[in-house]
C-alpha cells in the first residue's frame, strides 16, 4: 500500500546572491553547493496528496549577521505527491551554485492553485489554500551555514496529517513546515510486521509529532532530522485488521546516527 509518508525532493542551488556582491565570473570559485530537499511526514487518512509548488526562494544572512533580500532559485515549477516517495527517496528540481560565507535562515515557496488530495476511499478532493499561505509559505529557522567547496544539503519536511483541514465542506491547505540542514539530528529506523494490520508509525517527543507508513513485507520505517534524546514511539494497527497497537520509547537518538529499534522487526499481536 503506497500511502507512505515520506517524499524528498532535492533542490540544488547556483544563484547569484546580492547580499555578497560576488561577480558572476567569481561565484563558482567561492561558492557553496546548495540542496534543499522536501520530505513529508505522512497522514494516516491520505493515500495521495499534491503540492502545487511555483517558485523556492531563499533568504539569507552574511557571516555578519546581515540578512539579504530574497534570492529566487533556477525553478521552473511542478506538482508533487507528498506522499509517493518516502523513507529517504528523493527527487531533484535544480542545481545550482550559492555563494559562501553566510547562512540560509528562511525558505519562501509561492504555490499554485492545483493542490489537492486523494483518500484512501480513493475520492480526489481539491485543496483551497489557507488565507495564512494566500501569498507564500515561509519557513523560519532553517539555520544551513554555507560552507565553500561544500554541498549543502536543507531538508524541508511538511507533516501532511496535521496541514489540511476541513471548515464549512471545504478543505484547504495550510502546510506546517519545518526546515533544516541534512546533517542535524539523528534518524530512528525500525520494522514492523505483519503487513495485514496496514500499521502506521507514529512518534512523539516535546510536542513533536512525525508520522509515516512502514514499506515493503519487511515493514521498514524510518525518520530523520529527530532531536538527541528518546522518542515515544507508536506502532498503530489498523483498528479492522485484529492487532494490537504497541507503545514503546526508543534508545537514545544521537546526533549524526541512526538508531535501531529491535527486535528487527517487531510484530504487532492478535487481538
Given at each position: 500500500?503506497?500511502r507512505?509518508?515520506i517524499l524528498s525532493v532535492?533542490?540544488t542551488g ?5 547580499l555578497f556582491?560576488?561577480?558572476?565570473e567569481?561565484?563558482s570559485e ?5 540542496r534543499?530537499?522536501?520530505t513529508d511526514a ?6 495521495e496528496?499534491?503540492l502545487?509548488?511555483?517558485t ?5 544572512t552574511d ?10 532559485l533556477?525553478?521552473t515549477?511542478g ?11 528523493t527527487?531533484?528540481?535544480t542545481?545550482?551554485?550559492?555563494p559562501?560565507?553566510g547562512k540560509i535562515d528562511?525558505i519562501?515557496?509561492?504555490l ?5 488530495m486523494v483518500?484512501?476511499?480513493?475520492d480526489?478532493?481539491?485543496?483551497q489554500?489557507?488565507p495564512?499561505?494566500t501569498?507564500h509559505?515561509?519557513?523560519?529557522d532553517v539555520d544551513?551555514?554555507l ?6 544539503n536543507i531538508v524541508?519536511?511538511?507533516?501532511a496529517a496535521?496541514?489540511v483541514?476541513?471548515?464549512?465542506g471545504?478543505?484547504?491547505l495550510d502546510?506546517?513546515a519545518?526546515?533544516y ?8 529506523r525500525?520494522y514492523v510486521t505483519?503487513p495485514?494490520?496496514s500499521?502506521?508509525?507514529l512518534i512523539?517527543?516535546e510536542g ?6 512502514p514499506e ?7 525518520f530523520?532530522?529527530?532531536h538527541?534524546g528518546?522518542?515515544k ?5 489498523n483498528p479492522e ?10 534508545d537514545?537518538i544521537l ?6 529499534i529491535?527486535p ?5 499481536l492478535?487481538?
Amino acid at each position: 500500500m503506497n500511502r507512505n509518508g515520506i517524499l524528498s525532493v532535492v533542490l540544488t542551488g547556483m544563484v547569484l546572491f546580492i547580499l555578497f556582491s560576488c561577480g558572476k565570473e567569481d561565484i563558482s570559485e567561492n561558492a557553496a553547493r546548495l540542496r534543499i530537499k522536501l520530505t513529508d511526514a505522512a497522514s494516516p487518512v491520505l493515500k495521495e496528496m499534491y503540492l502545487d509548488i511555483e517558485t523556492i526562494e531563499v533568504l539569507a544572512t552574511d557571516s555578519a549577521g546581515n540578512e539579504g533580500d530574497w534570492v529566487a532559485l533556477a525553478f521552473t515549477g511542478g506538482e508533487y505527491n507528498l506522499l509517493k516517495l518516502m523513507n529517504g527517496r528523493t527527487v531533484q528540481l535544480t542545481d545550482e551554485y550559492f555563494p559562501s560565507g553566510g547562512k540560509i535562515d528562511k525558505i519562501r515557496m509561492t504555490l499554485g492553485n492545483n493542490n489537492r488530495m486523494v483518500t484512501v476511499t480513493n475520492d480526489p478532493i481539491p485543496l483551497q489554500k489557507s488565507p495564512s499561505i494566500t501569498e507564500h509559505l515561509i519557513i523560519h529557522d532553517v539555520d544551513a551555514a554555507l560552507t565553500a567547496h561544500f554541498i549543502i544539503n536543507i531538508v524541508i519536511d511538511i507533516n501532511a496529517a496535521l496541514s489540511v483541514y476541513e471548515l464549512n465542506g471545504n478543505w484547504y491547505l495550510d502546510p506546517r513546515a519545518r526546515a533544516y540542514p541534512e546533517t542535524w539530528g539523528g534518524s530512528l529506523r525500525g520494522y514492523v510486521t505483519p503487513p495485514e494490520a496496514s500499521p502506521v508509525v507514529l512518534i512523539t517527543r516535546e510536542g513533536d509529532s512525525l508520522f509515516t507508513f512502514p514499506e515493503g513485507e519487511e515493514g521498514m520505517y524510518l525518520f530523520t532530522g529527530l532531536h538527541e534524546g528518546k522518542w515515544k514511539v507508536h506502532l498503530i494497527a489498523n483498528p479492522e485488521s485484529g492487532y494490537r497497537d504497541t507503545i514503546f520509547y526508543s534508545d537514545s537518538i544521537l546526533q549524526g546516527k541512526i538508531t535501531e529499534i529491535t527486535p528487527k522487526p517487531i510484530r504487532l499481536l492478535e487481538q
